[in-house]
């Protein structure tokens, strides 16, 4: 029998985590500058991917999907499970058919305000993320970011919302 691991299971979640979160930001540092303009574009295609594991977890756990609401839950969780403990969120739900997702607190951000990072290219990171996981889990849903900490808010606010009520906004807009 080999003997205990000598680092706490929680302790590696959180270090896990935080490498994960680090390692889009490391990559960018490094292949930015060669890759050029089309980084951005190639890099949102990693994240979409992602995004299609996020739904594939949702329904290998069964995670609800059903609702806008449930869509929230299940991002929230799902998030947290691929980025970490270390995000803090709140669901407000305003009706099963629109509800929204609230980070207080992203694992992302810290790493890419120590690294210098312009949070626009975090922002299209998460957004390729969110858009695309919850289009995956339900395609009659999309979600609308109305704020976002790393291009200057206090916090992040998703909203999730039926797909025609979203192209009504875009079309007001």
């Not at 929230?72 to 629109?98: A, C, K, N």
């Not at 690294?115 to 858009?131: D, Q």
Request: glycine share 4%; charged share 25%.
């Amino acid at each position: 029998m080999p003997p205990p691991h000598p680092v706490p299971d929680d302790m590696k979640w959180q270090i896990a985590a935080r490498m994960v979160s680090a390692l889009p930001l490391m990559y960018d540092l490094c292949f930015r500058g060669v890759v050029g303009e089309e980084y951005d574009r190639l890099e949102q295609q990693i994240w979409i991917s992602m995004a299609g594991e996020a739904a594939k977890v949702a329904e290998s756990f069964s995670l609800p999907t059903g609702n806008a609401e449930e869509l929230v839950q299940t991002l929230d969780h799902v998030s947290t499970i691929f980025f970490g403990p270390e995000m803090r969120s709140e669901r407000v739900r305003i009706s099963p058919e629109r509800s929204v997702l609230v980070m207080k607190r992203c694992p992302f951000e810290m790493p890419a305000t120590m690294m210098r990072m312009e949070g626009e290219h975090l922002f299209h990171r998460c957004m390729a993320f969110s858009i695309a996981a919850v289009e995956a889990m339900n395609p009659d849903y999309t979600l609308r970011f109305v704020r976002s900490m790393c291009m200057g808010d206090g916090h992040c606010e998703m909203k999730v919302m039926k797909v025609e009520e979203a192209r009504e906004m875009d079309r007001v807009r």
